[in-house]
């Protein structure tokens, strides 16, 4: 089993309490080729983070009966040392599109809601780990709901995403890229 795809199955059993399994469902990112670095394009433009800030794409398909909408989180699990940073919080996205576009979901538009990064903002906030540390750990997990799209309230952090998807998680699966500066 590839790492992403226990550290997928982990964190939905662990924080989503719902019924996941990776086995079956599939994502893709041109941007996130699981285990390799990530381009600076989708890192965060503030200060010296030297990045685009552009929000990656992501496909998925092979869902499980009855998904109706995704939900798309993008966590680095080794910052605010060993804590984590949520960097992006996208859902009420209708399952039948089968992606999100790269820089679409940066904020909230008619197809996605975007929730609260780590800095309270409702928008994406890209990879900005601290100069001359080893290369972060960013997962970016897609997760299948039964949730109709467009019925979750805007303003959800993770943490909370995680709650209003108690019992109404179906499937998730990550993918695991690299960035330092």
């Known amino acids: 089993m590839k790492?992403?795809?226990l550290i997928g199955f982990i964190t939905a059993i662990f924080l989503l309490h719902g019924t996941a399994d990776a086995a079956g469902m599939s994502i893709g990112s041109s941007a996130f080729v699981d285990g390799e670095i990530v381009s600076s394009l989708y890192a965060g433009?503030?200060?010296?983070?030297?990045?685009?800030?552009?929000s990656p794409n992501v496909s998925w398909s092979d869902l499980p009966s009855g998904t109706r909408s995704m939900v798309v989180v993008l966590f680095d699990i080794d910052g605010?040392?060993?804590l984590g940073v949520s960097h992006w919080v996208a859902y009420n996205i209708d399952a039948a599109r089968g992606q999100l576009k790269q820089g679409e979901g940066k904020v909230t538009?008619?197809?996605?809601t975007v929730g609260?990064?780590?800095a309270g903002e409702n928008a994406y906030r890209g990879m900005c780990p601290p100069v001359g540390d080893v290369a972060h750990h960013y997962i970016l997990t897609v997760i299948a709901t039964d949730i109709e799209p467009g019925s979750l309230p805007a303003n959800?952090?993770?943490?909370?995403?995680?709650t209003a998807l108690k019992n109404h998680a179906l499937r998730a699966q990550s993918l695991?890229?690299?960035?330092?500066?």
């Open 3 to 5: 790492v992403s795809s």
């Open 109 to 112: 538009g008619d197809t996605v």
């Open 156 to 162: 959800l952090g993770r943490l909370d995403l995680w």
């Open 80 to 82: 605010a040392n060993g």
């Open 176 to 181: 695991v890229g690299r960035y330092a500066r």
């Open 116 to 118: 609260a990064n780590q």
């Open 45 to 54: 433009t503030a200060g010296d983070c030297g990045g685009g800030g552009i």
